[in-house]
């Protein structure tokens, strides 16, 4: 991760920010609160807070504005973590090389944490003062992350996806489960930040909606392709999962080598969206080298 | 029910404009939003959409403006009831008399429509058009329903509750648990109807704010009273479950006859909060004498 820029700075970023969040909250009941904490502290590579704060920077934006943003996302994306592990649901024990959150606390604590956190995210967004360019955009920002995260988001995604296990899907209606499951908020964490901006012009918005969605499916592409191509030490949870689950992934429906060229033709679509756009979007175009590269 | 002011009205044009919601859902996964449209349509009192609308016609406010209040706080208190039904919570085969979500579905799609249905709370109030009364109090309004809905609200309340199980708890801890888990919403009922009342004062709001304390508190009295007294019939499902599950009430704690007083002795309070409220409030304490006189 060392070759993204500012990579170290915004992780600490937004741990601390996401740390200030929660010991904000009036303590209720201790537990609850510790499995929130476990569930949005515990490690965590942090892509989409990344992706939010660099695009903020790319573009002008008040990285004030950005923490809100990223913080919010943060939130649905941990909270969707915990449910997604559940027994009823993957069943996963490990999660970033550490028991996941129903296994460190209960399936129940597990359950609230989770309902818990998605509220967070709201709340952040709601409560947070943000600056004079962004000041009116609250409720704009709120319904964003609610189109990126239920049910005409990821929600919808993770059902679609728990139907599609067990039986062969086509590549449609895979792209279609993993552009609401995992794109929708990888493209909140762009389109979120550039609401931060002022005066942003529609086009531009739309090279970044274009930007982000094809890093999204890409993401999406090489995460496949690493379940089968890296071992248990670098994911920090057991390879090959997806083939236990009889989940349908892009190698498994094109091959192997067919989806890396997949994840390489959305990588340059990626970058010719970022080419239209009159900014320094350098460290968007690295952000988009490290999805395709990364081997965990 | 009948003695409540235009309750079937309110309740017809509650369950009509929670259907319009989900029909504006893009259809992505067809189980999933027939989960939720189980959870949220199949049954219920509606108890909490009447609180909003009646205070809403005593204060004036528009009832165009109440529909999403009372759509937003019932997608909360439908989503709680699907999880806190799941095995790893309450563990509930029966809600209102219909096998509860998870039964009717399966436990996966049941978690997924709890949280699918608390972002669709959010979705209701980001976009409603709101009369000129209410429209710059959107994030407000957001605001009071995390309140009143997550860690420091119901979810908190539900922590603190499943806690409790098993346990026995004192008079202050229980008051606690229920204003958390069901005062919150009862409460977030009248107060948020109330934001769309234009210029209310600060003193008639805390009035309200006293009054759904009151009879927040008197509901959840009164429940675990009927919990021991009413058939499973009345109830729609397993009369004595309180007892059974080893949860704490208020009958264990102060005897039946005590919880009884109790709760009269909260009608009154709740009574003496709206005679200084210059508005005719009288469906208001209609409301009251049916909280703490119902049987099931």
Known sequence: ????????????????????QLDKLKVNDERLLAAMRYGLLIG??????????????????DLHDIDAIAA??????????????????????????????????????AILAGDSLQTL?????????????AQNKQV???RQLINAAGYQGMCGGQ??????????????SLEKIHSLKTGALLQASVLMAAECVVDIKAEHKAALAEFS??????????????DITSTEEQLGKPAGSDVAANKSTYPALLGLQAAKDKAENLFQQALQALATLPYNTQSLADFATFIVKRNH
């Open 121 to 133: 995210a709201f709340d952040i967004i709601a409560n947070h003062k943000f600056s004079q360019n």
């Open 44 to 61: 965590g590579k942090r892509m989409r807070p990344y992706l939010a704060y660099t695009t903020g920077e790319a573009l002008g934006a």
């Open 72 to 109: 919010s996302i943060e939130c649905i994306h941990a909270y969707s973590l915990i449910h997604d592990d559940l027994p009823a649901m993957d069943d996963d024990d490990l999660r970033r090389g550490q028991p996941t959150c129903h296994k460190a606390f209960d399936e129940a604590t």
């Open 159 to 172: 059902a679609l996806d728990l139907a599609a296990t067990n039986s062969e899907v086509d590549i449609a």
């Open 140 to 142: 704009e920002l709120i």
């Open 213 to 226: 969605q094809h890093i999204g499916l890409a993401y999406q592409v090489q995460d496949d392709i690493i």
């Open 1 to 20: 991760m060392t070759t993204l820029n500012n990579y170290e700075y915004y992780q600490q970023r937004i741990n601390n920010f996401l740390t200030v």
